[in-house]
């Protein structure tokens, strides 16, 4: 094997084992949201729980899903697969909502979950039918990036509330992490397909996620000296 084709066959590797990274990961997000079901269907009622964050999320699954199919862009099948396996959990977390709200939320998520599959129609429309090539990329590639970045960004809500209160009881450790995982892998490889579409939203994941783990491990430490001090007796 000739110097430039061994360094082909490991930049190949490389880029194959960053996005099944970025997958494994991603699909730990995808359960994550199963012990809240479980106790949806345990109390048969969706209480307090909302269904926008499932049906935003279903929507950003099917940009960023057909953004990966060959006919969109090349050579980025793997964020093709991720993100259909992840639009067929939203879409399931939706149906259970449906299922299991009341009369009023059933016909607001109803009407939710059309209008997302109403909008991704007309984008996947609009991007077969009216543009070819480059443009075609262009198009759901931007679209793709401000729905990942709104996602990402969405979790800063969580951190003001962790330093409110100075507690990181409701920032998830494990969920930030694995959010962490997926970005950054993502971010490799975007960089490695020389896609900006992938690594920029995923690079900006990966900030935000580091800055969430830095707030988790700053606030934890702080919550442990706290519980350590000594009993002051009067």
């Not at 993100?83 to 009369?103: D, M, R, T, W």
Request: with cysteine; proline share 3%.
């Amino acid at each position: 094997m000739s110097t430039s084709g061994s360094s082909l066959y490991y930049y190949e590797v490389c880029s194959f084992a960053a996005g099944i990274a970025g997958n494994i990961f991603a699909f730990v997000l995808f359960l994550s949201p199963i012990p809240t079901f479980k106790r949806i269907i345990k109390n048969k009622s969706t209480e307090q729980f909302s269904a926008l964050p499932y049906i935003y999320s279903l929507l950003n699954c099917l940009i960023c899903g057909w953004y990966g199919f060959p006919w969109v862009t090349q050579g980025a099948i793997l964020v093709a697969t991720v993100n259909s396996f992840g639009a067929l959990f939203q879409l399931f977390y939706c149906i259970l909502f449906i299922i299991y709200s009341e009369k009023g939320k059933k016909v607001n998520v109803s009407v939710l979950l059309v209008g997302v599959l109403c909008a991704f129609a007309l984008i996947a429309s609009v991007s077969l039918e009216l543009l070819e090539g480059k443009a075609r990329q262009n198009f759901v590639g931007y679209l793709s990036i401000a729905s990942l970045v709104s996602m990402f960004a969405s979790p800063l809500s969580i951190i003001r509330l962790v330093i409110r209160t100075k507690s990181v009881e409701f920032m998830p450790f494990h969920l930030s992490l694995a959010t962490f995982f997926m970005s950054i892998s993502f971010f490799a490889y975007g960089i490695l397909l020389h896609d900006i579409f992938i690594y920029i939203p995923n690079g900006i994941g990966t900030a935000l996620g580091t800055m969430q783990l830095l707030f988790y491990s700053y606030f934890s430490k702080k919550a442990i000296e706290q519980y350590k001090l000594p009993l002051i007796v009067s």
